[in-house]
Nanobody, 121 residues
Framework: VQLVESGGGLVQPGGSLRLSCAASGFTFSSNLVVMSWHRQAPGKERELVGTIGSSGLTGYYADGVEGRFTISRSNDKNTVYLQMTSLRPEDTAVYFC?????????????WGQGTQVTVSS
């Protein structure tokens, strides 16, 4: 399993970024897979940003990002996206993609290496 995030960078407050997570090594479109985005700010614990199922239905958005962030996926491209708008300095963090794969009912988590997002003027 390999997850590769991209699209991070420096953006001014109020700006937008779209992160991508390219997945390989498993059946991306399987209904036994849940994809999610997480983030970790300096000195803080990693937190869940949002999740998306195989059908494209988003199951959860963290407080503070709902309405500003949108998770989507392309099963044709084996890629999950995080569109971020109206960015705030407090959104500064390393953003990680995660795949939770269920095998015989047992979940296993796989993580990407992360991509840095910095919101600053």
């Amino acid at each position: 399993v390999q997850l590769v995030e991209s699209g991070g960078g420096l953006v001014q407050p109020g700006g937008s970024l779209r992160l991508s997570c390219a997945a390989s090594g498993f059946t991306f479109s399987s209904n036994l897979v849940v994809m999610s985005w997480h983030r970790q700010a300096p000195g803080k614990e990693r937190e869940l940003v949002g999740t998306i199922g195989s059908s494209g239905l988003t199951g959860y958005y963290a407080d503070g990002v709902e309405g500003r962030f949108t998770i989507s996926r392309s099963n044709d491209k084996n890629t999950v996206y995080l569109q971020m708008t109206s960015l705030r300095p407090e959104d500064t963090a390393v953003y990680f993609c995660k795949a939770k794969l269920y095998t015989e009912g047992v979940p296993t988590n796989y993580w990407g290496q992360g991509t840095q997002v910095t919101v600053s003027s």
